[in-house]
Each structure stands twice: as C-alpha cells, then as structure tokens.
C-alpha cells in the first residue's frame, strides 16, 4: 500500500485543458440556483430599505414612501395654484384688451393669444412680447373678423 508516501512507480500524465463547455456548463449551474439567487436579492432588498428609512429618520428625513406622498402632493398643490393662477391671469388678460379694444378686436386677440399659448406655440415670454406689440394682432384679429363678417354675408346671401 502506498500511504505515508511510499513510492511504488512513476508515471507520466499529460493533461489537456478542453473548455468548450464552459460556457454551457457555468450557465446551467446559473440556472438551477434561479430561485435561491431571487430568494436573496429580495431579502437583501428588504434589508437595503429597512436600513435606509432608519438612517433616514435618525437624520430626521422621512422614509422614501412618506417622500414620494409629499412630492405627490406637493405637485398637485402646485398644478392647482397654477390653474387659479394662470386663470386669474388670462382673465386679466382678456379684461384689458376688451377694454382696450372694442368691436370683438380684443376678444379676438385674446382667443388668438390664448389658443397659442395653449398649444405651445408661443410660452410666457413669446406672450409678453406679443402683449407689448399688439398691432400685428390688431392686424390679424381684424383680418379674421372681416373675414368671419364676409362669409357670414355670403351664407346670409345664400339663404335669402
């Protein structure tokens, strides 16, 4: 018997390194551990927020759900005092150019304004460049007002 470390013969061995499976094999191996490597994420992420909203709090911040209801909220608050605002402001708006401009010429504006500022064609600044130089929409808004008196002549013609 050869224990303890006798010597009985020598032998000569030559060994090829073959990794073409390699590949095959770590991938099925990934594969069969599928559910324990979820099993840990999930509890490693369970443990991350835990760990996380108790920082949070000795530092005095609030967790990450009661942050996400406050931006919620914040951002409604926000959209509402910009609908009262923004209306407040367009009725202000309209106020003045019908008082400016009698005759449908300042409602006119105002609905050309409004429809444009609405749709993104122009933004708080391009309005208040065209609030300043109001004669191109004097222009247009008479333009459309002749034009809407024509065509309404002409159906009137029409049914006579």
Same mark, same amino acid.
């Given at each position: 018997?050869? $224990? &303890?470390? %006798? !010597?009985?013969? =020598? ?12 590949? *095959? ?8 551990? /599928? /559910? *324990?490597? %979820? ?11 835990? &760990? ?12 990450? =759900?009661?942050? *996400?209801?406050?931006?919620? %909220?914040? #951002?409604?608050?926000?959209? #509402?005092?910009?609908?009262?605002? &923004? ?6 708006? =309209?106020? %003045? ?9 300042? !409602? !006119? $504006? +105002? ?20 609030? =300043?130089?109001?004669?191109?929409? @004097?222009?247009?808004? !008479? /333009? ?8 309404? +002549? ?5 049914? @006579?």
């Amino acid at each position: 018997m050869a $224990i &303890g470390g %006798e !010597t009985i013969g =020598r032998a000569y061995v030559r060994i090829l390194a073959d990794g073409s499976g390699f590949g *095959d094999d770590v991938r099925r191996q990934m594969r069969a551990n /599928d /559910d *324990d490597f %979820e099993q840990a994420g999930e509890q490693s992420s369970a443990a991350y927020r835990r &760990g996380f909203s108790r920082e949070m709090r000795k530092n005095g911040v609030l967790p990450q =759900r009661d942050i *996400d209801n406050a931006v919620r %909220e914040g #951002a409604g608050r926000w959209d #509402a005092g910009g609908h009262v605002l &923004g209306s407040a402001m367009l009725d202000g708006v =309209r106020d %003045e150019l019908e008082a400016r401009f009698p005759n449908d010429i300042g !409602t !006119t $504006i +105002f609905r050309n304004l409004r429809d444009q500022f609405e749709s993104g064609e122009i933004d708080f600044t391009g309005l208040k460049r065209s609030l =300043r130089n109001l004669r191109p929409q @004097v222009a247009k808004a !008479t /333009d459309q007002i002749i034009a809407d008196q024509k065509s309404r +002549f002409e159906d009137l013609g029409r049914a @006579v």
